[in-house]
């Protein structure tokens, strides 16, 4: 310390954050200090206003576990700074001191607060605490408070350090990264800074190679958290510029592909669709803090429907290594744009919803076929497990369960093939995460208004078969002669019907079942509302599935199915398509002539596929081996009570 001295410390120039929290207009900020001043908060919009006079508020649970998240991170605490800057009312700091010291009381180092010392809090927290530290530093130096500020850095940075304490593979350690990065610039003076500084920058590349696909996708599963680590990761590289902190412009090749990706996923209207766990809402393309403006255009097009930016070139595109095919009719937005996402994938745990081989559909101005939201993260709700479900989403629910996404999945389901034209496109998937069922969705796009889902589920044993089909709550359906028409404001904006006439395929319209649930969404965070959903079902050893969907319901395409072993012929207008199934791989032929298809590598679903046929044999075995135990030890038990 005596090698560094406070008056250097003092004196040095201050060094820029970037927010956690959004910008509020100057009254709603002094409000909402007021409040804080008076021990009230809102620490969201979702939430309601909360007092704070307990003597220890850090173990208050007033809502949920996302309000204890919000509270023990302190990123509230930016209001108050913003405050002070505004009015140079002492006040505002002296709040945002006081609370800080009050946190350190109960919760350093220990506590018994659950978020307190949560992986993700505790990275957030760090960075609050060097913005608050920073404009203290400015203005109101004393060497006490000083140190205090030092020994809970040090506190916090000992445990984002701690190999046990960093989230791998993980959103959350990408932001204890960059907590550490900060903090070793705040106080470059400490010994362990360097340390701190290093330690990150390791750990960081390999984090974000991790976290984004080399095509630009997202590995976690949630379009909405693409937004939100975009925003963070421009904001962190324009930090290590000013900082000089090297990247070799490695994070900004990164975001240039995730940009391209999020600008495909959102739907017409710009806003993120409700995939995984994101909430349907429009993105503000100035939270992008982009070096390069041009690196916008495209997005900007989409979120201000065409009327700024530039129109992106794909029509279609596939995001093979995260598992997304985005197709369209056309980029401008009216109410005959289509938008659909078919998508399949398990690179890991978080934030992954058992949505294997879903699909969404967005037209007519508005969302049609939806996925189920998040509700909240209360994970043992029954909301929370609905939402999740396989049967929340549009796939097939195998035996009224969900399927394994235990770690020795992953990789075992995913997107394996497509064909893209400006009249039709087509994209095959598969799963392999049932135990002995491989499931396998071929997904046609007969533009501009037509689709044909063909689901294909082999198994080894007597199985039921659930294909669901879920409409956005705005839609009201009926049911009539087995087709189901939705309507909104008594316009028909869709059409459902089964093509396969084999097996008994008739289409069954739910909403809002309450026991065992089935039929709702989650659109808004914590809220729960019933929705049409029409459900097939089939039984024995293997199901198919051929769903004709129209968004043109009064006059559909007239579409002719026949589907016998492994060849189903579609035939529409004057075409024949021919889509010949094999092992691992779809063959198409289009009126006599093979098309060139583009085929995904996926060795973990071709093992998958292998081990699946394997599958009976061994629970064959496995059964037999259980059965001569159980013989053993019942003629074990029977030779003891003899000799006794």
């Given amino acids: 310390m005596e090698s560094f001295p406070f008056s250097e410390i003092m004196k040095r120039d201050k060094v820029e954050i970037f927010r956690l929290v959004p910008l509020l207009n100057d009254d709603k900020l002094i409000k909402k200090c007021n409040d804080l001043l008076n021990n009230t908060i809102r620490l969201h919009s979702r939430f309601p206003t909360i007092d704070l006079n307990e003597d220890n508020i850090w173990l208050m649970d007033p809502c949920d576990r996302s309000w204890r998240f919000g509270l023990h991170s302190l990123s509230f605490l930016e209001y108050l700074i913003d405050a002070y800057e505004v009015t140079k009312n002492s006040d505002y700091i002296n709040k945002a001191l006081g609370l800080i010291w009050d946190w350190k009381k109960h919760n350093s180092p220990m506590s018994e607060a659950d978020m307190a010392w949560h992986d993700h809090s505790t990275a957030l927290r760090l960075i609050t605490i060097c913005k608050v530290y920073e404009i203290w530093r400015e203005n109101n130096w004393e060497e006490e408070v000083y140190k205090k500020f030092i020994e809970l850095a040090e506190i916090h940075c000992s445990k984002l350090t701690d190999p046990n304490f960093y989230m791998k593979k993980h959103n959350h350690g990408m932001d204890q990264d960059i907590a550490l990065t900060i903090a070793s610039v705040i106080f470059p003076h400490l010994p362990e800074s360097a340390d701190w500084k290093s330690i990150a920058t390791d750990r960081f590349k390999e984090q974000v190679n991790h976290l984004f696909a080399s095509d630009g996708s997202y590995f976690e599963h949630s379009p909405d958290y693409v937004n939100m680590l975009v925003i963070r990761l ?24 995730a ?67 985005i197709l369209r009719n056309k980029w401008e937005f009216d109410e005959k744009t289509v938008q659909s996402v078919f998508y399949s994938s398990f690179h890991s745990r978080v934030h992954k919803h058992h949505d294997d081989l879903s699909v969404t559909i967005f037209g007519h101005n508005q969302p049609i076929l939806v996925d189920s939201g998040k509700y909240n993260y209360v994970y043992d709700s029954s909301e929370r497990q609905y939402v999740i479900s396989t049967k929340a989403h549009n796939t097939v629910v195998v035996d009224n369960e969900n399927p394994n996404t235990s770690r020795n999945n992953i990789g075992k389901s995913g997107l394996t093939g497509y064909y893209l034209d400006k009249n039709f496109s087509f994209v095959s998937g598969t ?9 396998q969705r071929l997904f046609l796009y007969l533009k501009p208004f037509d689709f044909v889902i063909i689901d294909n589920l082999l198994g080894y044993k007597e199985h039921s078969f659930e294909q669901n089909f879920h409409f956005d709550p705005s839609v009201i359906c009926q049911c009539r002669d087995n087709t189901v028409t939705g309507y909104v404001e008594e316009k028909p904006v869709i059409s459902l019907k089964q093509l396969h006439k084999s097996n008994d395929t008739s289409i069954n319209l739910l909403k809002g079942v309450e026991e065992n649930l089935l039929g709702w969404v989650s659109q808004s965070y914590a809220e729960f509302e019933p929705t049409f959903c029409a459900t097939s079902h ?9 769903t004709h969907v129209s968004l043109n319901p009064s006059n559909p395409l007239n579409i002719n ?37 583009n085929y995904i590598n996926q060795p973990k679903i071709k093992e998958a596929i292998k081990d699946q046929k394997n599958y009976e044999y061994r629970e064959k075995y496995r059964s037999e081996r259980k059965r001569r135990l159980r013989y053993y030890d019942e003629l074990t038990d029977i030779k003891k009570s003899l000799q006794e």
């Fill in 561 to 597: 199915l026949k589907w016998e072993d492994d060849i189903i012929n579609v035939n529409w207008n004057d075409n024949n398509l021919k889509m010949i199934m094999a092992t691992n791989q779809t063959y198409l032929v289009l009126n006599e002539q093979f098309l060139n298809m």
């Fill in 259 to 325: 940009m391209k990706f999020l600008t495909y996923i959102l739907q017409p209207d710009g806003q993120i669709p409700p995939i995984g766990d994101s909430v349907m809402q429009p993105i503000d393309t100035k939270k992008f803090k982009v070096s390069h403006p041009e690196l916008l255009k495209n997005i900007e097009y989409v979120c201000s429907n065409g009327t700024k930016g530039e129109q992106p070139e794909e029509l279609d595109i596939i995001f093979p290594e995260g598992g997304y095919a």
């Fill in 431 to 439: 799963h392999c995460l049932y135990p002995g069922v491989i499931h």
């Fill in 538 to 546: 089939q039984s024995g050893s293997e199901a198919r599935f051929a």
């Fill in 234 to 257: 421009f904001n962190f590289l324009s930090f290590i510029k000013k900082n000089k902190i090297d990247d070799n412009g490695y994070l900004e090749k990164v975001l240039t592909k």
